[in-house]
Structures are given as C-alpha cells and as structure tokens.
C-alpha cells in the first residue's frame, strides 16, 4: 500500500541553528500539505501545494520558515533559525486533487529545539 | 471562524466497553465532518467521515452521525479493544477551506 514518506523521524537542533524535513507524497498525489501538531493539540495547517505552486501559506511564518516542491513530486520544509516554540511534530499530507479528497499523512518529524 | 470541539482526555475504559467521545463545531456552512485516529508513533488516517446532515460514517465498528441540528459528530463504539488506543481527532472541512481539527481526545483501553 502507497504511504507518504518522511524523513527524518526525529530531530534534535539548537535554537538559531537551520533545520530541514523532507516528505514525499504518495505518487500521482497533486496536493501536498505540511502540518505542525504541537503536544496535545490538533494539526494546523502551515503550507499547502497543488502540484509545485503554493494554494495557501497564509499560516507559515514566512520570516523564518520556508517551503517548496520544486518538481511538484517530493517537498521541503525549512526553518531558519530554530526557536523553542518550533518544537513540535511535522506532518505532511497528500491528497489527489482538492481539499475535499481524502488526506493521506505520513509519520511526521517529531523536532526538538534546545 | 471554523472550529471544532472534542472533549478532553484521556478516556480510560476497559476492554469491551462502550465509547463515546464528543465532538461540535461551528463553521459557516455546512461542512463535511471526519474523524481521524494517530496510533503511537505514526500519522494520523482517516477512520470516517459524513459530508451532509443525518450521514453516518462507520468504520471497525465506529460509527458517528450528524448532526445538523445539535452541530455534533460523536465517535461511538459498542465494545472496544486494547488495540483501539490512540488518539481521536474530529475535523471539519468545507468550500475550500482549510481542513481543521480539534485537539484531540486520548483513548486508554485495559485489559
């Protein structure tokens, strides 16, 4: 069975320190998001792409967090620099087409800023 | 704007009782609504989902129906297992808007 994959699993940086997660989205899947769960609470959307452009960023803190899906296939999450609050579990989804076809997620990149 | 309301965990029951965990929302129009579980250390998968009022989604035995009147969508489940352990998420989304979730409701199930 198809599963978006993600990488790596688990993150430990420094604050101030530049940190990258990459997800690739099951094959054939338009629409990539990225997520940001923090502990306890439900995901909130940061990003979303239809094939390479972006539909919604209006989430993203985009003075030090920056996304792209240069190919329209696999995705990169970047945060430059790293603080505290960002410590959280990174989600990516992808889903067929629109916002009403079923989201597929992946396992998620727990990060640790210290 | 959209909002979705679970109720706070965790929930500890044991084996082969019966679940309830409550969800309501708020939006604008009239969305389809879902319920999601994360197991430990994986993402989250879609366990149902209703997209009009009195639709009932079910799905290993979970069922949730909604409601428009009482802007509800409660997970239900006649009997549950250890193995359903997890966190339950509802979710809402409609128009092309953002799919939104609540925080989330932590399940214990014991032996």
């Known amino acids: 069975e198809a599963e978006v994959a993600q990488s790596p699993r688990y993150k430990i940086t420094e604050k101030s320190q530049a940190v990258a997660f990459w997800c690739d989205p099951i094959?054939?899947?338009?629409?990539l998001y990225w997520y940001r769960q923090i502990l306890g609470q439900g995901p909130e959307l940061l990003v979303q792409?239809?094939?390479?452009?972006?539909?919604?960023d209006s989430q993203l803190p985009k003075d030090r967090f920056s996304a792209e899906r240069l190919k329209g296939v696999d995705s990169t999450l970047k945060i430059q620099p790293a603080e505290l609050g960002d410590s959280a579990m990174y989600l990516c989804?992808?889903?067929?087409?629109?916002?009403?076809?079923?989201?597929?997620f992946g396992p998620g990149t727990r990060l640790t800023v210290t | 704007g959209d909002s979705v309301t679970q109720m706070e965990g965790p929930v500890t029951l044991s084996e082969e009782a019966f679940l309830t965990i409550n969800c309501t929302y708020t939006a604008t129009g009239y969305p389809s609504l879902f319920w999601y579980v994360q197991y430990p250390g994986e993402g989250l998968q879609l366990l149902l989902k209703?997209?009009?009022?009195?639709d009932k989604g079910s799905n290993k035995g979970f069922e949730a129906t909604y409601r428009k009147e009482t802007t509800s969508f409660h997970l239900e489940k006649g009997s549950v297992q250890v193995s359903d352990s997890a966190v339950y998420f509802c979710?809402?989304?409609?128009?092309?808007?953002?799919?939104?979730f609540g925080g989330g409701t932590r399940l214990m199930v014991k032996p």
């Open positions: 209703a997209t009009k009022a009195d």
């Open positions: 094959s054939g899947h338009a629409t």
């Open positions: 792409f239809q094939d390479e452009s972006v539909v919604d």
């Open positions: 989804a992808s889903s067929l087409g629109s916002m009403l076809d079923e989201q597929y």
């Open positions: 979710a809402l989304i409609w128009a092309g808007n953002m799919l939104t």
